[in-house]
């Protein structure tokens, strides 16, 4: 679960806690700012724009190794491999991004955020995407 622009705050623990006892799954909210969380719109916007797709894509290859390795447990049941990505605003760029770029298996979910548009690389995708976006927002 990727955070919006203003850091891994409260509020995405929080959306991450209820998702994985509402679904019943593992629920990882990785920190792509490295520990900076503000409220100060003109440093989130700064945060969103100097952070790489490259190094986010890396953190989130990680958090697929941990999965991997932790939730394996020798299990052959496909239900325990399946894997989606969801974010908020700055998040849902970013995870869309992973997924087209890196993870064409995982499902995506993006609520706002930066849509990837171009055909050739939405049809690298092998998996479930929802975007969520308000009826009169620009994006």
């Known amino acids: 679960l990727l955070h919006e622009f203003f850091g891994l705050n409260p509020s995405i623990v929080e959306k991450a806690d209820l998702l994985a006892k509402d679904l019943g799954c593992t629920v990882i909210a990785p920190d792509t700012f490295r520990g900076t969380v503000t409220d100060f719109i003109p440093k989130a916007i700064w945060l969103a724009l100097s952070t790489p797709q490259d190094r986010v894509n890396d953190?989130?290859?990680?958090?697929?190794?941990?999965?991997?390795?932790?939730?394996?447990?020798?299990s052959n049941d496909d239900t325990a491999k399946k894997l989606a990505v969801v974010g908020f605003c700055y998040g849902g760029g970013k995870a869309i991004r992973y997924t087209t770029q890196r993870r064409q298996n995982a499902a995506t979910v993006v609520f706002y955020g930066s849509p990837v548009t171009d055909v050739n690389e939405l049809q690298q995708l092998n998996a479930p995407v929802c975007g969520v976006f308000g009826n009169q927002d620009s994006q």
């Open 59 to 74: 953190d989130l290859d990680a958090v697929c190794r941990h999965l991997e390795f932790h939730e394996d447990g020798g």
